[in-house]
């Protein structure tokens, strides 16, 4: 009999520009692999009352429930519907993607019916849409929708959903997994009730958490349930106790003590860069990454006004096929990006600009590289363009500028 053999791993060196995760910063996989102490040590309490604070200003919010759940983007997701859905209520959740659709799948697990208000793929929600719906259906007490749609590279309009939602007393769950970090977002001056997000977008954290944050609608919502939350684990009544102030903290789960660590470590960058420079980051990458896309003749599926800086969805081009240039982008450039996801699988390409992705090295090696494997597929394209043209719309708009 053969015995195996069993060593390390050590993974591949990579550049991330894939729908997420993004690159980490050395700074957080440092901070990863520090000591781990004990979840209720008073040392880590201020630690999780500081990453509370961090995620405050990340969210731009002052709501007391923000906390990140042990678990990623999904749990955020699920955590949000399981706390304000009650069995038998309509929730209307408007569907422009694949993260609409799994909204919808939520309301069903919860027990609620959901009403879906879809939207084409690559286009935003339609306000107008979501009006009719709420008229239709008064009793819908929940909207659900997300900000950066990652499987099509769009973004809808938060601010003007939520008050369309709030003249209808209902309230609204927004997913905003790629948004944080990336693009502008505002939970209090919008008005936002409950949202979550994840560490491995824009915040350029490892995966594995889910921050959320419940607004006071939310969490009177929450307190006046008729019936608990089905979830034990994700029932916020409980992780309250756990996330609440550091002395009557109480044990509700083992928190991913090391994760944390690389969370809090991850806000502390955004903190230091300043939030709406960090948005102004991703805006300038994007255009830079556009000029040399548009150099190489590749275009965009979302209409530029639509657009996320962050998630670039891209039509693949004419008989090229897709699987050999992502393979070859992996194997001999060590880049990874994103393929189609649901209907638009092995139409697009998604290119990720995302936390410490969204840096003009990563404009320029990935530029270098598609122009190399799609000049070697034998696609008609002038060396050197793309790169030259990222050049001159970066030169264009320079970092300080926004300052
Ligand atoms: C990535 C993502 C999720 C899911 O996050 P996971 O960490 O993969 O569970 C949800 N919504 C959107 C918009 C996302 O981009």
């Not at 019916?113 to 849409?129: I, K, L, S, T």
């Not at 209409?303 to 992996?330: M, S, Y």
């Not at 699988?345 to 270098?368: D, P």
Request: glycine residues 10%; proline residues 7%.
């Amino acid at each position: 009999m053969m015995t195996r053999q069993f060593t390390s791993f050590d993974p591949p060196r990579r550049t991330l520009m894939g729908p997420g995760p993004s690159d980490v910063y050395p700074r957080v996989l440092a901070a990863l692999s520090r000591p781990t102490i004990g979840h209720l040590d008073p040392a880590f309490s201020d630690m999780m009352e500081e990453t509370k604070a961090l995620l405050q200003y990340a969210l731009r919010t002052g709501n007391p429930l923000t906390l990140p759940i042990s678990a990623p983007g999904s749990a955020g997701m699920e955590a949000c519907f399981v706390n304000l859905v009650e069995p038998g209520e309509e929730v209307i959740v408007c569907v422009n993607g694949v993260f609409g659709g799994r909204m919808s799948e939520n309301v069903l697990r919860a027990g609620g019916v959901p009403v879906v208000v879809e939207d084409a793929w690559g286009m935003p929600v339609d306000p107008q849409r979501l009006e009719d719906a709420l008229r239709a259906h008064p009793s819908a007490r929940l909207v659900a929708f997300v900000q950066a749609e990652t499987s099509t590279g769009v973004l809808s309009d938060v601010r003007l959903l939520t008050e369309i939602a709030h003249r209808h007393d209902a309230l609204v769950i927004v997913d905003a997994v790629t948004a944080v970090g990336g693009c502008a977002l505002e939970v209090d001056a919008w008005e936002v009730d409950a949202i979550y997000t994840g560490t491995q977008k824009c915040l350029s954290a490892p995966p594995g958490l889910s921050p959320v944050s419940f607004g006071p609608r939310a969490v009177e919502r929450l307190q006046s349930r008729r019936r608990p939350v089905q979830s034990w684990f994700l029932d916020h009544t409980l992780v309250m106790g756990y996330w609440g102030d550091g002395a009557r903290r109480s044990y509700h789960h083992t928190a991913p003590i090391n994760s944390l660590y690389a969370l809090h470590e991850a806000l502390l960058l955004l903190w230091e860069e300043g939030l709406e420079q960090a948005w102004e980051r991703h805006a300038r990458l994007h255009r830079g990454l556009r000029a040399g896309l548009e150099a190489l003749g590749i275009e965009f599926l979302v209409a530029p006004e639509h657009r996320l800086p962050q998630l670039n969805t891209l039509r693949i081009p004419e008989k090229i096929d897709d699987a050999t240039v992502r393979g070859r982008l992996l194997s001999e450039h060590g880049l990874e990006i994103g393929a189609g996801l649901g209907a638009l699988a092995g139409k697009v390409w998604r290119i990720g600009l995302m936390g410490h992705s969204a840096r003009s090295e990563n404009v320029f090696t990935c530029l270098a590289a598609l122009e190399q494997v799609l000049g070697e597929l034998g696609a008609p394209i002038e060396p050197g363009a793309a790169v030259d043209a990222a050049g001159s719309a970066l030169q264009e708009t320079p970092l300080a500028q926004s300052a």
